[in-house]
C-alpha cells in the first residue's frame, strides 16, 4: 500500500514569493491533516479536513495561508507571501476518520527555507 | 488549552540499559500515539493506546496508558544503536477535535 505522498520535498525561495506543497493521501482516507514542525520541536496542526470540508481551521494564519482539499483526496497547502519565519517542515497525515483509532499516517514532508 | 509534556526532552543512555520517557497532558483523553522520528525522515506511529491500563509491546518498547494520572510512558529495554531516535507523543481529546503533540523526547543510545 502507498504511503501519504508530498511534494516537492525540498523548497527554497525569497521572502515574499509565493509557494505551494501537495499532498496525496492514502487511498480511503478521507481525514487529511496539515502540521507545520520546527526544528526541534513536535508537529503543529494548521489545518484538518475530513473529505472536502475543513473542519479544524483555527491555527492557520489565514492572512497568508490558504488550503484546498477539492475532491475530498488531494490537498494543496498555499503561502504567499512567504516570510523568514515560515522556513519549517510542513508534513501531511491522513486517516480514516477521528473515530476509532484516529491513527494519523505521515507524508515524508516538504522542508522550505526562506531566504 | 490542552498541554502535552514529555520528560526527559534529552536523554543519552548506554546500549542494554533500560529506561523510560514520560508523557503528561492536561486534559482528560483515553486515546494517545507515540511515534519515532529519525533525523529528516517523516513520524512512524509506533503505539496507539485507546483506554486506560493499556499496554503495548514491540520488541525493545513498551507503551503504557493511565487516564486517570494523564500520564503515558515509553519504556526501552536493553537499549540498542538502532532506537535512536526522536520519540513523541501525542494526545487526542473530543474525537479528533484537539490533536496535540509532546516536544519530542531526543534519544542518544551509545555503544
Known amino acids: 500500500e502507498a504511503g501519504v505522498v508530498q511534494s516537492p520535498r525540498y523548497k527554497i525561495i525569497e521572502k515574499k514569493q509565493p509557494v505551494a506543497f501537495w499532498c496525496n493521501p492514502i487511498s480511503g482516507h478521507n481525514t487529511l491533516y496539515w502540521y507545520l514542525q520546527n526544528l526541534g520541536q513536535g508537529p503543529e496542526l494548521l489545518i484538518r479536513y475530513e473529505n472536502e470540508e475543513a473542519v479544524d481551521d483555527s491555527q492557520l494564519p489565514k492572512d497568508r495561508f490558504s488550503a484546498e482539499r477539492l475532491k475530498g483526496v488531494d490537498s494543496t497547502l498555499k503561502i504567499q507571501p512567504a516570510e523568514l519565519g515560515d522556513s519549517a517542515v510542513y508534513l501531511c497525515?491522513?486517516?480514516?476518520?477521528?473515530?476509532?483509532?484516529?491513527?494519523?499516517?505521515f507524508g515524508p514532508g516538504t522542508r522550505l527555507t526562506v531566504l | 488549552e490542552l498541554k502535552v509534556e514529555q520528560n526527559p526532552l534529552f536523554l543519552s543512555m548506554q546500549e542494554g540499559k533500560n529506561y523510560t520517557i514520560y508523557c503528561n497532558y492536561s486534559?482528560?483523553?483515553?486515546?494517545l500515539y507515540w511515534y519515532r522520528q529519525d533525523p529528516g525522515k517523516s513520524l512512524e506511529s509506533l503505539f496507539v493506546l485507546l483506554s486506560n491500563g493499556a499496554v503495548k509491546q514491540e520488541g525493545r518498547l513498551m507503551a503504557s496508558l493511565d487516564t486517570k494520572a494523564r500520564l503515558s510512558t515509553l519504556h526501552i529495554t536493553a537499549a540498542v544503536h538502532d532506537l535512536s531516535a526522536t520519540y513523541f507523543c501525542a494526545v487526542d481529546i473530543n474525537y479528533g477535535q484537539n490533536f496535540v503533540f509532546g516536544p519530542g523526547t531526543r534519544l542518544s543510545v551509545l555503544p
Open positions: 486534559t482528560t483523553s483515553d486515546r
Open positions: 497525515a491522513s486517516g480514516v476518520g477521528t473515530s476509532g483509532r484516529n491513527e494519523q499516517f
